[in-house]
């Protein structure tokens, strides 16, 4: 009888071990290190993202999908119903309106330039997206919770919401800013 009561108490200890490591949180004070996406050839986020140039700007669904050297990017505005989705693959840039229309470029950047009206920094946004920066970008602080920064081409780069993810720990809220512009997604989930 003494054996089954330790042998259901293991069972449960178990069983409470396993739960808690499938939801892991990061320990208060602990600085983690964002995984590195950039040696990851295939990963896929959703969220939210919002763009402004100060005066006018739009937000909508995200759906990011990187497989290799290609990327589409499809983002869905909620209250106009209106899509867009960017191909973005070596030698070949696309947009694909809602509408039916598909707009052909000779870069994605000039591409999403075009829909949103002023110069966003594609090559760069790819880099910020998985917590990286360019070769002349340098990281401005790092606070004790994992958020950082990083000052980037003019840019200030904000990364906060740094969590642990079945795969690794990575950020889930960015906010690019250079005024008058700014660029912010909130990542739901990550998979790679």
Same mark, same amino acid.
């Given at each position: 009888?003494?054996?089954?009561?330790? %042998?259901?108490?293991?069972?449960?200890?178990?069983? *409470? =071990? $396993? &739960?808690?490591?499938?939801?892991?949180?990061?320990?208060?004070?602990?600085?983690?290190?964002?995984?590195?996406?950039?040696?990851?050839?295939?990963?896929?986020?959703?969220?939210?993202?919002?763009?402004?140039?100060?005066?006018?700007?739009?937000?909508?669904?995200?759906?990011?999908?990187?497989?290799?050297?290609?990327?589409?990017?499809?983002?869905?505005?909620?209250?106009?119903?209106?899509?867009?989705? %960017?191909?973005?693959?070596?030698?070949?840039?696309? *947009? =694909? $309106? &809602?509408?039916?229309?598909?707009?052909?470029?000779?870069?994605?950047?000039?591409?999403?330039?075009?829909?949103?009206?002023?110069?966003?920094?594609?090559?760069?946004?790819?880099?910020?997206?998985?917590?990286?920066?360019?070769?002349?970008?340098?990281?401005?602080?790092?606070?004790?919770?994992?958020?950082?920064?990083?000052?980037?081409?003019?840019?200030?780069?904000?990364?906060?919401?740094?969590?642990?993810?079945?795969?690794?720990?990575?950020?889930?809220? *960015?906010?690019?800013?250079?005024?008058?512009?700014?660029?912010?997604?909130?990542?739901?989930?990550?998979?790679?």
């Amino acid at each position: 009888m003494k054996r089954f009561v330790y %042998l259901l108490l293991l069972i449960a200890l178990c069983s *409470i =071990q $396993l &739960s808690c490591s499938s939801n892991r949180q990061l320990k208060p004070g602990a600085l983690p290190v964002i995984t590195d996406l950039s040696t990851i050839q295939e990963y896929t986020f959703n969220g939210k993202m919002s763009f402004s140039d100060g005066v006018e700007g739009g937000s909508g669904q995200v759906s990011w999908n990187q497989n290799h050297d290609r990327i589409a990017v499809t983002l869905k505005a909620p209250l106009s119903n209106k899509s867009w989705t %960017l191909i973005d693959a070596p030698g070949h840039a696309e *947009i =694909q $309106l &809602s509408n039916g229309e598909t707009i052909y470029g000779l870069t994605a950047g000039d591409l999403i330039s075009e829909q949103i009206g002023w110069d966003l920094p594609w090559k760069d946004l790819q880099a910020w997206v998985i917590g990286q920066k360019s070769p002349s970008g340098r990281i401005l602080n790092k606070h004790t919770n994992g958020d950082f920064e990083i000052l980037d081409q003019g840019w200030f780069i904000s990364y906060s919401k740094i969590k642990t993810n079945g795969n690794g720990i990575v950020p889930h809220k *960015i906010i690019a800013r250079k005024d008058p512009y700014s660029i912010k997604l909130i990542i739901k989930n990550w998979q790679w």
